[in-house]
């Protein structure tokens, strides 16, 4: 028998559909309010019996034991009413815990469906094929990503020690020619000297008293 019918009596027989679990939530919460209340007017009661037991101690000895009398049963009701509630109590928070297990199957078993649904067309062999396609597909893209990055140079290869070798030469050829350029004047040759000697100014002296002598006679003949 389940919980549900254990709290609510009968199997589920032939006297229909049992009440849903809020349903039943919900009239266990309306049970307890009325017993909260049925204790608050019971507590007001019992205040007010006593209340009369003693104005009556000493006067009315008979009316103070009917008040004490009905305050002992009005005690008694509360006590049952503190014990009804919490089975009450018990009973809904069981209930309550049910219905949420229950919901939480229940949307359990659609997630597992739909689970189900989804993997209904997978091979676990093709997924493993085609997980291995992706690692070969994506090795090859990066096998082509490398070799279209590699610097090519049209089928020649050059050493590049060499080269760095025939640089250094050209750079040690150029400062050579610079060095060679800024002290240039300073190792050029001296003009050669005469080797005959110079006239002396006397006969410089006479060689001009001759021209004036012929431009002298020149000049006579012309006249």
């Known amino acids: 028998m389940s919980l549900f019918a254990k709290i609510f009596g009968g199997g589920g027989g032939k006297g ?3 009440p849903s679990p809020q349903e039943a939530i919900q009239k266990l919460r309306e ?6 209340k049925k204790q ?19 006067k009315n000895k008979r ?7 009905r305050k002992k049963r009005y005690e008694k009701q509360l006590a049952q009413i503190d014990g009804t509630l919490s089975t009450i109590e018990f009973q809904r928070e069981a209930l309550e815990n049910a219905n949420t297990n229950t919901e939480v199957l229940k949307n359990m078993g659609f997630a597992a469906k739909a689970m189900k649904s989804a993997h209904e067309n997978m091979d676990i062999d093709k997924v493993d094929d085609l997980m291995q396609d992706i690692t070969e597909q994506q090795e090859l893209a990066q096998e082509i990503s490398d070799a279209i990055s590699k610097p090519v140079g049209f089928g020649e290869e050059f050493d590049e020690d060499e080269l760095l070798a025939e640089l250094d030469e050209l750079e040690q050829e150029e400062l050579d020619k610079n060095l060679l350029e800024i002290g240039g004047p300073e190792n050029a040759p001296l003009p050669n000297v005469p080797s005959s000697s ?12 001759d021209d004036m002598e012929d431009l002298q006679r020149w000049a ?3 006249m």
């Open 198 to 209: 110079l006239p002396s100014r006397p006969a410089k002296k006479e060689e001009d008293e």
């Open 63 to 69: 009316a103070a034991l009917q008040a004490l009398k």
């Open 220 to 222: 006579m003949e012309a």
């Open 40 to 58: 608050e007017f019971l507590e007001i009661k019992i205040e007010q019996e006593l209340q009369i037991a003693k104005k009556n101690g000493t």
């Open 31 to 36: 049970t307890e309010e009325m017993l909260t």
């Open 16 to 18: 229909g559909k049992g």
